[in-house]
């Protein structure tokens, strides 16, 4: 019986590291449980993933949990390949021969000369082919032109499943012949770390408590929501997908005859592996995960880029949609990519007033044009059909008459009773405007995401629309806690201070497009914060808290995350700002924003903003910042980033004379910040620095 407790699938990657940050092409894994899945994974390089393997299989089976562990590349080659090189058709063995064959390491392996080695023990001219390296390998053709292969193009699996590549291609866009390469070694050791406690499908009987099977995610998932990396998209598809399976029917997918080649798990069950609800992000959109904001393990002090990265890689668009009137729609998120209904213009017209006629064949010197009786105005254009040699008196913006394509000003010109006399030359089509020259109709006038300025308005109402799809405002929940805060205005006793981060952080909100809800102030009190903190669930997208948010005995905020099992202290290399406690409450993101007001705020906009940028729908932006000249001295220390508060006077940047984090006095004077660079620094003035105005940040 095939019960598996957990699915992990992989997105294995034949290809070198890709560097820290997650990014697509590299290895891709993701976990899911009863038909949910954790966030997916990012696997720097095969060394990274094999030691994650390790980790999932090991805790997986000190919990009692039987493993699927499913891999994007074929666990066996046509026909007679085995036989031909390890004398075995046991595919198992050829993992091995692999394994001791393939040199492996984060910038360099062995690949493509292991190939020519094999193709060698042939004629030199297939199995594989497609050399990657700028370096010729002998025996491995770069092209098919010469290619000759002695075994099948195919496996039976690949017959069945449209599009797949086949294993003989080592590079070009798509090839997984690589993958194999790189990948059975890493499965031959897991084999042999996990041996008598893992099997392999579909050569070996699956009642153990790992199974190893073959996948192809294209089999069922195709593309991914617009900003979500598509292995990314793909390993959390499928492993949903495997792991919401009921155990009968699994089985019957199980039960193949592949003893030699293998099989990829689900081919010819396609639609049993896509008849998941998948809501997309314009769909009511589901929940966060409790996991959104976690941290690589053994992260120490995360530099700030990183950590926007993640942020970047984690959050997706939490907010439904609706239409609004155009008159409604100023600073609220485009939720459609918006086309133009009508061209603008819609028809040729007159950018002046003067005269209009047929310019096709106008000379040099004087000319003499007969009027027609009427005019064109703006709303009311001529009727008729002006004659060759005639012209007609056309007002601004008034449609070109039929037989009219050239305007001439009415300053240039001497009218009299019956004719106008001008200077020629003038080119045809003078002071008028074509039709479409701004926008074409069917063009696409704003993309999705777009927060609609004034001039938005203008453009979307020209191009014939009265009413827009938007993004619903996202609701910020604004707590500040602390028992020795009291009401802005109310009487404040000895060891009382008054809350200045509440009216702070609703009014940034507020600035940014979105709907702030005050859910006041909470005293240093578990409960009363946890009560609170539903009720914010209940009613905002996001929470923004202050103070409490560091490992005290009274910062409840982190303890109270931390006990819902879904708190990330995220230990930033930033100043000001202590560490940020990121959660997820009943579904809802939290920033647990330091307590001091100025560290507040600079986390609000370095983290807060962009963070809410893609959960409003208008996606991740960086603030503009500028290059200008310090008017300051200052040395700092390599490890982290630092924002000052700043202004420009003069074209060069003043910074607040302290940096006391509690100055608020400081943050009033400011007009917006100085950042400097994570590392060591010595500024003096004249130095070029980036001041970033609270503008772009949306203030
Ligand atoms: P905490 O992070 O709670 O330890 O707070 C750090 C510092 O910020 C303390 O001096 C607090 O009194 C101060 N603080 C916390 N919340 C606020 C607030 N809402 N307004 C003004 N100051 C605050
Ligand atoms: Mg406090």
Redesign the pocket.
């Known amino acids: 019986m095939s019960r598996f407790d957990t699915v992990v699938v992989v997105d294995w990657s034949g290809g070198n590291d890709r560097g820290a940050a997650p990014k697509k092409d590299a290895i891709w894994a993701c976990v899911a449980r009863g038909g949910s899945a954790a966030a997916p994974v990012y696997l720097r390089n095969r060394q990274v993933a094999e030691d994650w393997l390790h980790k999932v299989f090991e805790s997986e089976l000190s919990a009692g949990r039987r493993v699927l562990a499913a891999f994007d590349f074929p666990f066996g080659y046509p026909e007679g390949f085995a036989a031909a090189l390890t004398g075995s058709a046991d595919p198992l063995l050829l993992w091995d021969w692999f394994e001791a064959r393939i040199e492996d390491a984060p910038k360099a392996n062995n690949r493509f000369d292991l190939a020519g080695e094999i193709n060698r023990q042939f004629e030199g001219r297939g199995p594989f082919w497609f050399n990657g390296l700028p370096r010729d390998i002998d025996g491995l053709p770069r092209t098919k032109s010469d290619y000759h292969n002695p075994f099948p193009d195919r496996r039976q699996a690949e017959m069945r499943a449209k599009g797949a590549f086949t294993c003989w291609q080592m590079a070009g866009a798509g090839a997984v012949g690589s993958q194999i390469f790189m990948g059975l070694p890493v499965l031959a050791r897991l084999r042999r770390a996990f041996a008598g406690q893992l099997a392999v499908w579909p050569f070996e009987s699956l009642e153990r408590e790992i199974a190893l099977v073959e996948v192809w995610p294209s089999l069922t998932v195709s593309a991914s929501p617009e900003g979500v990396i598509k292995d990314a998209h793909q390993v959390e598809m499928l492993a949903r997908g495997i792991s919401a399976l009921t155990p009968e029917l699994l089985d019957e997918m199980l039960s193949v005859n592949a003893p030699e080649e293998g099989w990829i798990l689900g081919l010819g069950h396609e639609a049993r592996l896509t008849s998941l609800p998948d809501a997309g992000p314009e769909l009511q959109p589901p929940p966060l995960r409790n996991d959104c904001f976690a941290l690589p393990a053994g992260v120490d002090w995360t530099p700030v880029d990183e950590a926007l990265a993640l942020l970047q890689e984690r959050l997706r668009p939490v907010v439904s949609r609706e239409a609004v009137s155009l008159m409604q729609a100023g600073g609220r998120v485009l939720a459609d990519d918006m086309s133009a209904l009508r061209a603008n213009p819609p028809h040729p017209n007159t950018a002046v007033d003067g005269w209009g006629f047929d310019g096709s064949d106008l000379g040099a010197g004087p000319q003499r044009l007969i009027t027609v009786d009427g005019r064109s105005a703006a709303g009311c254009p001529y009727g008729g059909v002006v004659p060759k040699g005639s012209a007609v008196r056309v007002l601004t913006g008034a449609d070109l008459p039929q037989g009219v394509n050239t305007v001439v000003l009415d300053e240039d010109v001497a009218a009299g009773d019956r004719e106008i006399a001008f200077h020629g030359p003038l080119k045809r089509g003078a002071n008028t405007r074509r039709a479409g020259e701004d926008v074409a109709q069917g063009a696409l006038a704003l993309a999705a995401g777009r927060v609609l300025t004034p001039a938005d308005l203008a453009l979307a109402a020209a191009v014939g629309h009265g009413k827009l799809p938007v993004f619903a405002q996202l609701r910020v929940a604004v707590i ?3 028992d ?2 009291v009401e802005a205005g109310a009487d404040a006793g000895p060891g009382q ?1 008054y ?4 009216p702070m952080l609703l009014q940034m909100a507020e600035r940014c497009g979105y709907v702030g809800v005050d859910m006041g102030r909470v005293a240093d009190d578990r409960s009363a914060l946890r009560e609170t903190l539903n009720q914010a669930a209940r009613t905002a997208d996001v929470i923004l808290t ?5 490992a005290g005995d009274e910062d409840h905020v982190s303890a109270l995350l931390r006990e819902s099992g879904a708190l990330q202290e995220w230990r930033i290399a930033l100043k000001p700002g202590r560490p940020l406690a990121l959660g997820v409450w009943d579904g809802v993101p939290v920033f647990g924003l ?4 100025v560290a507040a705020l600079v986390c609000a906009l370095v983290f807060a903003r962009p963070a809410m940028g893609i959960l409003s729908g208008a996606g991740w932006t960086a603030p503009q910042g500028y290059d200008l000249p310090a008017a300051f001295s200052k040395r700092k220390k390599p490890g982290r980033r630092e924002y000052l508060r700043a202004r420009v006077r003069a074209g060069r940047v003043e910074v607040f004379a302290s940096e006391g984090s ?1 100055r608020i006095s400081g943050l009033s004077w400011a007009e917006g910040l100085v950042e400097i660079g994570d590392d060591a620094q010595e500024i003096r003035p004249g130095d070029v620095v980036r001041y970033i105005p609270f503008g772009s940040f949306g203030l």
Do not use: Q, Y
């Open positions: 500040s806690t602390g020795e805060l201070i809350d200045a981060n509440r202050s103070g409490g948010a560091s330091p307590g001091n007001p509690g």
